[in-house]
């Protein structure tokens, strides 16, 4: 009896031993990615920190409904919006949303703040250079003084105690600057409140709030290089802050061979061209996102001083001759790249000549958000020999088996694309076009010999649609252009073998 009474007891520290070991290994947060196209006109990429699966599903849900109700009621895109509606009235007090009220406001006191640099009616000089642009010429400066006057008018009255707002003008009306950070605020605090969350990271066309026990790194996106996988310009680590970047390098028009800014000065009518990339970091997400607009727009003097009057807000500033302009807390969130540019061979070989891919995924069907597809870009040689993975969008680790081709080649090789291990702050892209580079490099950092090389492009749903492109190329001293028929994930990509940039 005593023997079986030590054989259960035994039995049950073992059971529950387990049970408890068990549970400590599921009671630890794991990390669940969900990358997206056309979420308010840009992509978005999702890193959840959590216990479970479910509550990641509970916080991804979270924020898409949110993100939705907020364009329900801001976007000037949508005509059925609560703003589209108000827009649509005149000379009447109109009760509208805590949360239209609240943006009409902060656009008040930003103008106010700014001096003017940042108005909702900037959108009069904008449409009018986008008409000047389209017949490729200048706008008049008759037409520019007209602009900068109808801007001048009021366009709305605000009433806090009713909570309406009175439309004065019939000047268009565009909430962009700060708004998305402001929904993105929304969306990040309503999934910590309904889910069991550790931390919580939103990214929206490169403006970010980061919430709970995280410390994310942030790659700065180099406003001079013309792929997603270039050398950062900087790299920051912070928590709990929001961080924004705007600049002029990925829109705006180009009028008789020459660039103009999509961001304009609304008091004098004319694209902002001194600054071409600005970001702040700052706790509140709509500071960073106004802040980093403004920033484009003002005088690095009139940037600094307003900097100032926010407590806690950084900025990195760089203008058209290429100078930094750091605030003095900066260089506290910098942290080391882990790239290293390095144009020669260890036997002195160079390489002049780069291969820039082209690619668009297919978002025809997509009446709104959809998921991007896993991606792979790699390199082999005429023998179907791995050479070099170009770029991995992969979303959490454990689904980077559906990217078969590619994984076949490279599990065992290769850890993760340095360049989306962390986020990405830069200026806003349109959502689904993207463009890779590679350097000619092989993956042990040496240039490869001339020859002919394949280029893949595959693009994998998990249960879904898995599609495989292949180009031969030859790498010499002839620069050449291929098109690549598209599927139904990759809309249209193409080969561009070029002399490298000035940029390199």
């Not at 849900?61 to 509606?85: C, G, Q, W």
């Not at 490099?441 to 749903?461: C, L, M, Q, T, W």
């Not at 028929?485 to 080969?495: K, M, P, T, Y």
Request: glycine letters at 6%; charged letters at 25%.
């Amino acid at each position: 009896m005593k023997f079986l009474t030590i054989l259960l007891t035994v039995s049950l520290l073992n059971i529950f031993g387990r049970s408890a070991d068990h549970s400590l290994i599921h009671d630890q947060p794991h990390l669940y990615v969900s990358q997206f196209e056309n979420v308010l006109g840009t992509s978005m990429e999702l890193k959840i920190s959590a216990i479970s699966e479910t509550d990641a599903d509970i916080a991804k849900n979270t924020v898409m409904h949110e993100i939705s109700r907020m364009t329900k009621i801001l976007s000037a895109y949508d005509p059925n919006s609560e703003f589209s509606s108000w827009f649509k009235t005149y000379g009447q007090p109109v009760h509208i949303s805590k949360e239209l009220f609240e943006v009409l406001d902060l656009f008040d006191q930003w103008k106010v703040r700014t001096s003017g640099a940042l108005d909702a009616s900037a959108e009069v000089v904008s449409k009018l250079w986008k008409q000047a642009a389209k017949q490729q010429r200048i706008p008049t400066d008759e037409e520019l003084a007209n602009a900068v006057a109808e801007i001048k008018h009021s366009h709305w009255k605000l009433d806090a105690a009713t909570q309406t707002a009175t439309h004065l003008s019939h000047a268009p009306l565009m909430l962009n600057t700060f708004v998305k950070s402001y929904i993105i605020k929304e969306a990040t605090n309503a999934a910590m409140k309904a889910g069991k969350l550790n931390g919580i990271v939103v990214n929206i066309g490169g403006d970010i709030v980061i919430a709970g026990d995280n410390n994310e790194t942030v790659n700065i996106s180099d406003p001079k290089a013309d792929a997603e996988n270039e050398t950062p310009i900087d790299q920051v680590m912070i928590s709990n802050k929001a961080i924004a970047t705007s600049g002029n390098y990925r829109r705006g028009e180009m009028i008789n061979g020459h660039w103009y800014s999509h961001i304009v000065d609304p008091r004098t009518g004319q694209p902002a061209d001194n600054i071409i990339s600005a970001t702040v970091i700052a706790s509140n997400a709509t500071d960073a996102g106004a802040l980093a607009t403004a920033f484009n727009v003002m005088t690095p003097s009139e940037s600094i001083k307003l900097a100032a009057t926010i407590q806690g807000a950084e900025y990195l500033i760089i203008t058209k001759d290429g100078e930094k302009i750091a605030s003095p807390g900066w260089s506290s969130l910098e942290t080391k790249l882990p790239f290293k540019k390095d144009e020669k061979n260890k036997n002195g070989q160079k390489n002049d000549f780069e291969l820039i891919v082209n690619f668009e995924i297919n978002l025809q069907q997509a009446g709104g958000p959809v998921k991007r597809p896993y991606i792979a870009i790699w390199v082999e040689d005429e023998n179907h020999s791995a050479v070099h993975t170009i770029s991995v969008w992969h979303g959490s680790n454990r689904y980077i088996n559906e990217l078969k081709s590619w994984y076949l080649k490279y599990r065992g090789l290769y850890t993760t694309d340095n360049n989306f291990s962390g986020s990405v702050s830069s200026a806003t892209r349109s959502a689904g076009k993207y463009s890779v580079k590679w350097d000619g490099k092989d993956d042990k950092g040496e240039f490869v010999k001339p020859g002919k090389y394949i280029i893949k492009i595959e693009a994998s749903r998990e249960h879904g649609t898995y599609q495989l492109m292949r180009q031969e190329i030859v790498c010499d001293e002839t620069p050449k252009k291929i098109d690549l028929a598209g599927n139904v994930e990759i809309a249209s990509a193409s080969l561009d073998y070029r002399k490298k940039t000035s940029n390199n």
